[in-house]
Nanobody, 116 residues
């Protein structure tokens, strides 16, 4: 069973930055893709950023130019650097991994709150 453990959420002021991390319990190259989704209060879960095994990156239009997804293969960890944060970015951020043969995995979520 794969475990995805997020960390790094918290409270930040508008315009601030935050980095969240997702540590996987196995080699991240075994996944077709990994990334981040978020779910705000009363909203559906939405894709924020994805990175494929080959390194291709996709972002939601609402975060392009502000958020950056990256990975550290040696640490089996994926990161989401969030800059110029806005109150609308407030949500629970979930790590996601797509295994080619064994389905998808989710982390437990980490709260990000943008407020003054």
């Amino acid at each position: 069973q794969v475990q995805l453990v997020e960390s790094g959420g918290g409270l930040v002021q508008p315009g601030g930055s935050l980095r969240v991390s997702c540590a996987a319990s196995r080699n991240i190259f075994t996944f077709d893709a990994m990334g981040w989704f978020r779910q705000g209060p009363g909203e559906q879960r939405e894709m924020v950023a994805l990175i494929t095994r080959s390194g291709n990156r996709n972002y939601a239009d609402s975060v392009k130019g502000r958020f950056t997804i990256s990975r550290d293969i040696g640490k089996n960890t994926v990161y989401l650097q969030m800059n110029s944060l806005e109150p609308v970015d407030t949500a629970v951020y979930y790590c996601y991994a797509d295994g080619p043969a064994d389905g998808t995995y989710w982390g437990q979520g980490t709260q990000v709150t943008v407020s003054s």
